[in-house]
């Protein structure tokens, strides 16, 4: 009798033991996983105003501060001054969108990594009356009947990436723009369209930014969808090497964000439900035609 109840006391306790045990292994299972805790968490990261004022950033800087735990200040600004703030060591990653200066920033030893991520077009446009009759033209024939007809051009005026092209198609078209019809407002790329718009002038303009804020605006593209106005976007970490001080980490934490696969649906995405269109074409991975 006593070997008897000694064999189901066993049991009961077995059979309680295994019925304790997935209690514990869903309660393990169930615990929320610790957020990402990065050494250095505040990020600097210059970039050009195409990027915010089109809203892209809007979208990117949220998903990769969840994802990574770093905190993203930015200073949005034109290629050539977020170039130079990077230049000064007071940046630890910029965006950019001006090839030749940021090859000029590579070679001076201020970056570290440079990728292509992605890339969109520069459109020429102008009031709906387009007094210089350019609709339809190649950007360069656009730009010497802009010219010819002494038509106002609001010019952005401050060595942005959309300056520096602009600049480059005026050279190539063999002439040299002069006031009074040659504007420079040495201003963003939003404010350079509104003031266009309301001077009933012609400007070039990322494709990006005039979407994002055309509704806004009394001006039309005239002139799109030639190659000379194709637009390329880098991302490039500021060197360590050169300046010790700046989050060499979460600088590469963010150039590899850019370019995973992940990223590049986001922006490849980014725009169609909102405008209708997709406003950035990602090219992590590609051949880059810029050099």
Known sequence: ???????VCSAIVLAACAAAQPTAVATTQGAPSASP??????????????????????????????????????SAVGTGAALAIGARGDADVVLVHAPSLEQDFMKQGNGDRRLFVMHNDFIVVGPPADPAGITGKGALDALRAIAAAQAMFISRGDNSGTDVLEKSLWKQAG????KPWYVE???????TLQIASEKRAYTITDRSTYVARKASLDLGIVVDKDPPLLNYYHVITVSPTKFPKVNSAGANAFADYLVNADTQKLIASFGVDKFGQQLFFPDAGQPDPSG
């Open 1 to 7: 009798m006593r070997r008897f109840l000694s064999v």
């Open 37 to 74: 805790s990065p050494a250095r968490p505040d990020l600097l990261l210059a970039t050009t105003t195409s990027t915010q004022d089109s809203g892209l950033l809007d979208v990117l800087i949220p998903d990769f501060e969840k994802k990574t735990g770093y905190k993203v200040k930015t």
């Open 185 to 191: 407002a040495a201003t963003g790329m939003g404010q």
């Open 175 to 178: 002439i040299t723009p002069a």
